[in-house]
């Protein structure tokens, strides 16, 4: 899976014609536009796998969001369709006010509370979260841990501050914790991300859409991280 995936050892797909086995693909839910469905094999799959298939979300638990990009979007979106309460964090309370209004229990902004695990669990009732999406790396992990519930799951996905450093098991170990690192998910996932999405009608949540012939313009949007969702090149 890790050799085969689209913009990792293999091409990725911004071109006018790409050729892939028929066995790879998958079909897309009907109620969604094409341009809607080019945002699922990477930011949505990647949410899944962290949520559904290594974390096992549950109705009524708390999920730790960072963030506002793709992948913690989706989470948010996948967490209120099963019935889990996400809490999201981000710089802009402009970005966490749109996040609530997509179903985020609760928001939090990490640069004015800058101990913001102490917040998370607050708004936990102290409990902590059953589920973390990280996406920020070693600068945003020992919040993220010290949020965590007992026998919480961390689903390691992405290093916006690096890899870098070291990281205290003991925070992970004392609440009986587990991690996953993530690297998108399989066909299987994908297929019953499909169902999922299709039953609750989810539709993915596109900031921009930017012509073909605009894509460098489309990567710096993205660098800029002015965007909420996913960044989108129409062909």
Not at 7 to 21: H, K, M
Not at 88 to 110: C, M, P
Request: charged share 20%; proline share 3%.
């Amino acid at each position: 899976m890790v050799s085969s995936a689209r913009g990792g050892d293999t091409a990725g797909v911004l071109a006018q014609f790409i050729v892939s086995r028929a066995e790879a693909l998958v079909r897309i839910p009907d109620h969604l536009s094409f341009e809607e469905a080019a945002t699922l094999p990477c930011a949505g799959l990647t949410a899944w796998n962290g949520l559904f298939k290594h974390g096992h979300l549950q109705a009524g638990q708390h999920v730790l969001l960072e963030g506002t990009g793709g992948v913690s979007i989706f989470g948010l979106q996948f967490a209120v369709a099963a019935g889990a309460k996400p809490v999201i964090t981000s710089s802009s309370d402009a970005k966490l006010e749109r996040a609530k209004s997509l179903g985020a229990v609760a928001t939090i902004n990490y640069r004015t509370h800058t101990e913001w695990q102490d917040d998370v669990r607050k708004a936990t009732g102290g409990r902590g979260v059953a589920h973390v999406l990280e996406i920020g790396g070693k600068d945003t992990l020992p919040n993220a841990l010290a949020a965590l519930e007992l026998g919480g799951h961390v689903a390691l996905i992405g290093g916006l501050t690096g890899f870098g450093g070291t990281m205290e098991l003991g925070a992970l170990t004392a609440r009986m914790g587990s991690m996953t690192s993530i690297y998108v998910g399989s066909r299987e996932d994908f297929q019953q991300m499909n169902a999922f999405i299709a039953k609750h009608k989810l539709r993915p949540v596109i900031d921009r859409a930017f012509r073909f012939e605009e894509a460098p313009a489309a990567f710096e949007y993205l660098d800029s991280g002015s965007h909420f969702g996913k960044v989108v090149i129409r062909l």
